[in-house]
């Protein structure tokens, strides 16, 4: 009996260390920490009980432990370290996302950061970046948030769309530069030579009309430029034509100076009044247009692997020059590159629309200055989500919770509460104002004008003082 009695207990005690030692690795998802526990216990657990209870009402009985990838991406993850223990903790929107599924499904959760990247297809058939990590099942959930694209939900699974977003062409802001020129501006080139050409051609009429008719006026040409000359600065005739023929020709110009003096004095009281600066850069093709400007875009990103197989329209004129002129910067790396290399002018970053807004709000709020543009025209629509591993129950835990958050616009409002000076530098008009004084820079060249004319007026008066009065007398009037 004493030793069926120890058999007993030694049995029972098996039992217990069984139990116990499967209880351990119950809660344990983490694969890489599991080692050769392949088929883990709480996958066949959870997929049983969604058989009997809906999504949103599971919850984990004992918590779980996940790893979590996630990469610096301002304003949506904010990683930090604990400087006791060197953990990292994710904060911002996507932090707080994370935060409330896991308070939720009651799970914990620890911070896996890799080389920077989102992920993308490499010429030996891996994966880098957080999707790589999840591939290689390194991490559990993927936090992103990812640009859904068919290349990648064939190696991971993506959750519900957390939010929509495009991308924008992001560059420096345009200022006035000088213009001595300007003065020519209210015109085109062709209005002035036409302007000319009409001036060459009344004058002719009027020189061709006295000669025919042997009276009218003056018989030499200078007289008839300088009349006409005259009225089209509103200026006293010198003399009065007195055919018919000559007058109609006189009273014609007499119009047509009227409404080129008008227009041109209007348009140029406006240029000088305010200075408006036309954008430059409001669209993929005009970035593409400009050979050369280099362009940043974030490497291994769900647009980086459509260029790699794309054969026609923009995206095939973006991969070809993106092969010469592209800089790729990591996600955490974009903040940094914007604000060194696009002030120079010859740099554009392609980029999403919250992005742009949260570079206008930081350096708004660092300079109290809007020195960068979002373009008004976007591009390669993307729609934003988590990724968990293919075949995982997590995603359908996840999808509703991430649901009811997205439907109630609080991730929205998270991600605006990041960008509290952005509304400052949000409005992009197509031509930019700005009202401050003129330069000698920018007016050089009418005094220039001026200089030149006091010139010709010194060598006339030589030419009257030196020369015989009977060359120069049909020369200057």
């Known amino acids: 009996m004493a030793v069926a009695g120890r058999l007993g207990l030694l049995i029972l005690l098996a039992l217990v260390c069984n139990t116990l030692a499967s209880w351990q690795f119950l809660p344990r998802v983490s694969r890489m920490e599991r080692g050769a ?27 779980p432990h996940f790893m979590v990838a996630a990469e610096l991406w301002p304003p949506h993850v904010y990683i930090e370290q604990s400087l006791s ?9 996507m932090g707080q996302l994370i935060d409330i599924l896991a308070a939720s499904l009651n799970f914990t959760y620890s911070v896996v950061q890799k080389d920077g990247y989102w992920g993308a297809p490499q010429a030996d058939g891996s994966w880098n970046g957080m999707i790589g990590t999840v591939l290689r099942q390194e991490a559990d959930i993927g ?21 929509l977003e495009m991308l924008h062409v992001l560059v420096n802001r345009p200022l006035p530069q000088p213009d001595p020129a300007g003065f020519l501006a209210p015109f085109t080139w062709y209005v002035w030579v036409g302007i000319l050409a009409g001036l060459s051609c009344v004058v002719a009429t009027s020189v061709i009309v006295v000669k025919l008719l042997g009276v009218g006026g003056h018989l030499d040409v200078w007289h008839h430029v300088w009349a006409f000359y005259s009225v089209t600065v509103s200026q006293n005739l010198p003399w009065i034509p007195k055919a018919d023929t ?34 430059k850069y409001d669209s993929l093709r005009d970035v593409l247009d400009d050979t050369g400007l280099t362009l940043l875009m974030e490497g291994s990103t769900a647009l980086t ?13 973006l991969a070809k020059e993106s092969r010469v002129r592209a800089k790729y910067v990591k996600a955490s790396e974009t903040y940094a590159a914007a604000y060194d290399l696009i002030p120079d002018g010859r740099h554009a970053m392609l980029v999403e ?3 742009c807004r949260k570079v206008y ?8 200055r809007c020195d960068f543009y979002m373009s008004t025209k976007n591009f390669w629509r993307l729609i934003y989500a988590m990724i968990v591993q293919r075949g995982s129950p997590l995603r359908q835990l996840l999808d509703v919770r991430i649901r009811a958050i997205r439907e109630f616009g609080i991730y929205k409002r998270w991600a605006l509460d990041q960008m509290p000076n952005m509304t400052h530098c949000l409005k992009t008009p197509k ?37 015989p009065s009977y060359l120069c007398a049909g020369c200057f009037l």
């Not at 992103?144 to 957390?162: A, E, L, N, W, Y």
């Open 85 to 93: 223990s060197g953990a990292l903790r994710v904060t911002g929107p």
């Open 246 to 279: 000559s007058r109609f020709t006189f009273c014609l110009w007499m119009l047509l100076a009227v409404v080129i003096v008008r227009s041109y004095s209007g348009a140029l009281t406006s240029l000088l009044a305010v200075k408006t600066v036309a954008v």
């Open 431 to 467: 031509k930019i104002k700005f009202q401050e004084p003129f330069s000698l820079a920018d007016l050089w060249a009418v005094f220039l004008l001026l200089v030149g004319g006091f010139g010709l007026a010194t060598l006339a008066l030589f030419c009257e003082l030196l020369l």
């Open 361 to 368: 709000s930081d350096y708004f709020s660092m300079t109290g």
């Open 143 to 163: 936090l992103g948030p990812f640009g859904m694209s068919d290349s990648r939900s064939k190696v991971v699974d993506f959750t519900i769309p957390v939010f």
């Open 37 to 63: 526990h392949r088929e883990d216990s709480w996958i066949n657990l959870t997929r049983t009980a969604l058989q009997q209870v809906r999504p949103l009402s599971f919850k984990f009985a004992r918590a």
């Open 305 to 317: 692997t459509h260029l790699q197989t794309v054969k026609e329209g923009v995206y095939a004129d």
């Open 353 to 355: 629309n919250v992005v």
